[in-house]
């Protein structure tokens, strides 16, 4: 398991970053690697992201020093979503099947985590997003079909999307985690605009289903003082409780965001006004 470390940042320490430094402390530009698994560990509110790419072998999760536990889901929970083709994850002995669009919630105190793919031609592709957690929800599949949905936006808004809520009160029970996955339609490409920001909770997003010369402008910043980053396919933004986090892309695309922090309430937002933004 590699596992890499991200500090907090101060927004005024950002508000003086070079492109370079903000894709380097805020943009996850590799998550999925064959047989491994790599994640970033993010000292904003102790979030774990990162993917998980079996091919060949099965690729266990195991716990580092980062953690300083004797297993990874000691003091963790998690919310896993198969971007890729058909795999298996099995937690102490239970296989759960994940097709593509499938996920799964993993309770604090499981011990053993595996991970394999049905077809080495197609590997799976799990996006996981951890955070620290108090007590023990039961681990559950929650296909597409299953997720909470939402639909949003206007077509002469181009931001036209339904939002699936996965780890989410309607659907699991989870401690602090919240996640799901934002399907753009077809001739849209704003998401989250007019954008908020919510001090009680932290939040990653990772674009996907982009072709090879699409691109996201993803906007963050405090509302006065915003930068962007271009992010390509399968990559994913830390976004600070401090920043907005809102996108706009050369075509459509799909997203997976996971928060954590306070509370699990998804509503809880402070909605910025587009005239106060800078």
């Not at 271009?230 to 996971?258: D, K, L």
Request: glycine share 8%.
């Amino acid at each position: 398991m590699r596992l890499e470390t991200r500090y907090s940042n101060h927004p005024e320490d950002s508000r003086r970053y070079a492109t370079e430094d903000l894709r380097r402390h805020y943009l996850i530009e590799t998550l999925f690697a064959e047989d491994e698994a790599n994640l970033v560990y993010s000292h904003n509110d102790r979030i774990i992201a990162g993917g998980i790419m079996p091919k060949d072998r099965e690729v266990a999760l195991g716990a580092g020093k980062e953690l300083g536990t004797s297993h990874f889901f000691e003091r963790r929970e998690a919310g896993i979503i198969n971007i890729g083709g058909e795999g298996r994850v099995t937690l102490d002995g239970v296989a759960y099947t994940l097709r593509q669009n499938d996920g799964l919630y993993i309770g604090m105190g499981t011990k053993d985590v595996r991970f394999s793919t049905a077809d080495p031609g197609e590997p799976a592709k799990f996006y996981l997003n951890s955070s620290p957690a108090h007590r023990a929800y039961p681990s559950r599949t929650i296909t597409l079909e299953q997720a909470n949905k939402v639909e949003l936006g206007e077509a002469e808004n181009l931001n036209v999307r339904t939002i699936n809520q996965y780890v989410h009160p309607a659907v699991c029970e989870s401690c602090q985690l919240v996640m799901g996955m934002t399907v753009l339609a077809p001739g849209s490409v704003w998401n989250t605009m007019p954008c908020h920001t919510h001090e009680r909770r932290m939040e990653v997003y990772m674009y996907f289903n982009m072709r090879e010369d699409v691109r996201v402008f993803h906007l963050m910043g405090q509302p006065e003082e915003t930068r962007h980053l271009v992010v390509g396919n399968e990559q994913a933004v830390i976004s600070p409780s401090w920043s907005i986090h809102s996108g706009v892309g050369t075509s459509n695309y799909t997203f997976i965001w996971g928060m954590c922090g306070e509370n699990i309430e998804f509503t809880d937002m402070d909605h910025v006004a587009m005239g106060d933004l800078k």
